[in-house]
């Protein structure tokens, strides 16, 4: 399978899956990797992690990168003109990971642009900042400062 991938803004690069025989690589905690590509160590971190826009934020080697892979569907799309975004809409978001709401930083009734932050969620000892995954208006928050929650908990829904 062929994907492009873009880090920090910069020009994205194709990788061809089929050709990382010399990759190799073993996860140490939950949210951590070592890499071995070729001869080259890689010790990789994911702060965040967006599975509906395939982006990342990494920090590999203590430098802080945000990646965005497309895969042969995204590029089909964008070559006929279409975007699996045109037609989505997201009415809610859900706890990535089970953790303790450090602080909601939206209210009911505000308008928020993809990608501002919505809620500090503390998991494995590390803070993890959840986006909205939607330009949207907040309909309802499910959940407060202190509280305790699980992976796929509902958190915020957002107005049609």
Known sequence: MQYRVQVDNNEEISIDSSQTSNLDYVQTSPYRYHFLIETQGYNVEVLTLNPIAKSLVLIV????????????????????????????????????????????????????????????????KMENIIKSPVTGIIKEILVTTGQNIDKGQVLIRFEK
Request: aromatic share 4%; no cysteine.
């Open 61 to 124: 080697n203590g430098r802080r990168h945000s990646v965005i892979i497309r895969d042969e569907m995204d590029l089909l799309l964008d070559r006929l003109g279409f975007s699996k975004e045109i037609n989505r809409f997201v009415d809610k978001l859900e706890s990535p990971m089970p953790g303790l709401v450090l602080s909601v930083d939206v209210e009911t009734g505000e308008e928020v642009n993809e990608g501002d932050r919505l809620i500090i969620l503390e998991a494995m």
